[in-house]
């Protein structure tokens, strides 16, 4: 079974890259980024609370992301394996992540991380707040502290996986397409 978190700052390219994965693939693709909008569109208490919070460029609690891909990988029991797309985002995420997974008794093959410099990333989160409605890319003072709580709650989840071994790293400027074949090539090798 092929499961791959997809790391990378906001707007390193994960949603993109997920979306051309899960193809080739045949993974079950879970972004909580996606789920949690989904929620928020829904107006649930839960999608409230997200908002709020996603709104100022903060983290959801972790016991709330945590539970939402707990069912997801209860609904999805026959699946090829899993994209683990913006999670997990804090070290306590990617343990969580580990015991849900050895209770299935399956794990992560390795972890696929996107690497951009923080002006690429502030120009390409503007330009897709152009067209997407999402208020979190729409005022660079949010993108600012998306990164910053990036670099100080959710990189070190980075150290989490290379002590396992399990660390790729990948160049995340140029073409999607070479992007893609990249992160393909990485796969290949440790599927
Ligand atoms: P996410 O939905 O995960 O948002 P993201 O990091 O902005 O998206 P992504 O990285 O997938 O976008 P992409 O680069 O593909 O999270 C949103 C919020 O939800 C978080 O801030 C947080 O509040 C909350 N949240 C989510 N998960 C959580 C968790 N586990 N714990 C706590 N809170 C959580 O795309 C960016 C743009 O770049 C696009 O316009 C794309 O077209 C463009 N692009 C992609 N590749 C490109 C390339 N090679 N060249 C040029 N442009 C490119």
């Known amino acids: ?3 791959l978190v997809l790391f990378g700052p906001p707007g390193a390219g994960k949603g993109t890259q ?3 994965l899960i193809e080739k693939y045949k993974l079950v693709h879970l972004s909580t980024g996606d789920i949690l909008r989904g929620e ?3 107006g649930t208490d839960l999608g409230k609370q997200a908002k709020s919070l996603i709104e100022k460029g903060e983290l959801v609690p972790d016991a709330i992301v945590i539970g939402m891909i707990a069912s997801k990988l209860d609904q999805n029991k026959s699946a090829n394996g899993f994209i683990f797309d913006g999670f ?8 969580a992540l580990d015991k849900m997974l050895s209770e299935r008794n399956i794990a992560v093959t390795g972890m696929i991380a996107l690497e951009v410099e923080k002006q690429e990333l502030i120009d390409r989160l503007l330009n897709r707040g152009k ?3 999402r208020a979190d890319d729409q ?3 949010i993108i600012e502290n998306r990164i910053n709580v990036y670099n100080k709650e959710t990189s070190p ?3 989490y996986y290379e002590k396992q071994g399990k660390y790729h790293a990948i160049h995340g400027i ?3 397409d070479d992007i893609f074949n990249a992160i393909c090539k990485t796969v290949d090798k440790i599927k």
């Open 1 to 3: 079974m092929l499961n």
């Open 157 to 159: 989840v980075k150290d």
């Open 174 to 176: 140029g073409s999607i």
């Open 131 to 133: 067209t997407s409605g």
């Open 88 to 95: 997990p985002r804090t070290t306590a995420q990617a343990g």
């Open 40 to 42: 928020m569109a829904a």
């Open 139 to 141: 005022d660079v003072k």
């Open 18 to 20: 997920a979306a051309k």
